[in-house]
Every structure is written in C-alpha cells, then in structure tokens.
C-alpha cells in the first residue's frame, strides 16, 4: 500500500502507475486489428435506454461541450472531428475508430479501482476523480458519434440502393 510513503512518493507511485495504465491501454488500442473493434460485438452494441444515442443529447447535453475537449490524432492522420469522405469504406473505418476509442477510455477507467485500493481514501478519491474526468467524457463522446455515424452509414445505404434500383 501506498499509504506508507511519504507525500512525494506516494504522489511519483501513482504518477507511475497511472501512466503505465493508460500507456498500456494505449498501446494495446493501437496494436489490436480493427477486426476487435467492431460495432456489433456485444461491448459496443446499443442499449435500449440509449435511445438510438438522443440519451446522451438529451440528459448529457453532449453537443454543448464534445466539441470543446481535445482529440488525439493517430499518426495515420484520421481526425474525428469532421466526416471527409462520405464512401462506406471510409464510415466503417471511422465507426471502428469510434470502437477503438471507447475501448481506451473504457479500459483507462479501470485504473479508477486501482487507485481507491492502493491509496488512502483521498489520495485514491482525488486520482480516481482525474482519472474519471480524463476518460469519462471521452468514452462516451466515442458512443455518440457511433450512433451518429450509423445513421449516416444507413441513409448511404440506402441511397445506394436506391440508385442502383434505378438503373
């Protein structure tokens, strides 16, 4: 336990350990194939009190404040904040995009457990607290934006159908 150290170990231990934590989480995001990451898989399916994600709309306010936290562009460039391409090849890589940062943030939030039980209670409260701020906000603003995209994806499918019944 922690509680033993002094204030400046104590705080370089969790410093330590959170980092590791969220760097692992990280790089295992990173390394893990799209093929982990997909929408239908159960851990990304909607719930039925999500509402189609107007849930999040209507009781988070999340398109008040999603656009005003920071993103992490991967070195492969694919910026999240606007759609760039409308090709069905394009919103399944930014759906599994989505996938993967959920899968992060959802994972960094299990370090919440391990800092109540390694540190006095408001050592452990206040990392916890960080901890939560740091990742909460995000995993959830990655499930919005799949909701949206899927409804984007399903009207290009439609479309296309359309199109092609066309001709």
């Known amino acids: 336990m922690l509680q033993d150290l002094d204030y400046f170990f104590m705080l ?13 989480t990280f790089l295992c995001s990173t390394k893990l194939t799209d093929s982990y990451f997909q929408p239908n898989s159960a851990f990304y399916r909607p719930h039925k009190w999500e ?3 107007r849930w999040y709309r209507d009781h988070l306010l999340i398109c008040k404040w ?3 936290v920071p993103q992490f ?3 492969e460039g694919f910026s999240k904040r606007h759609l760039t391409d409308l090709s069905a090849e394009y919103l399944d890589k930014f759906i599994s995009e989505t996938c993967r940062g959920e899968w992060m943030h ?7 457990f391990v800092m109540l039980v390694v540190n006095r209670s408001m050592v452990g409260v206040t990392f916890s607290i960080l901890i939560f701020l740091g990742n909460g906000p995000f995993a959830l603003i990655q499930r919005y934006n799949r909701f949206r995209l899927e409804i984007v994806r399903k009207r290009l499918h439609r479309e296309t159908a359309r199109a092609l019944a066309a001709v």
Do not use: E, F
Request: glycine share 18%.
């Open 12 to 24: 370089l231990a969790n410093l330590l350990i959170v980092g590791a934590w969220h760097g692992t």
């Open 51 to 53: 509402h189609g994600g």
């Open 66 to 68: 999603k656009d005003r």
């Open 73 to 75: 562009i991967s070195k």
């Open 106 to 112: 959802t994972w960094n939030l299990g370090c919440v």
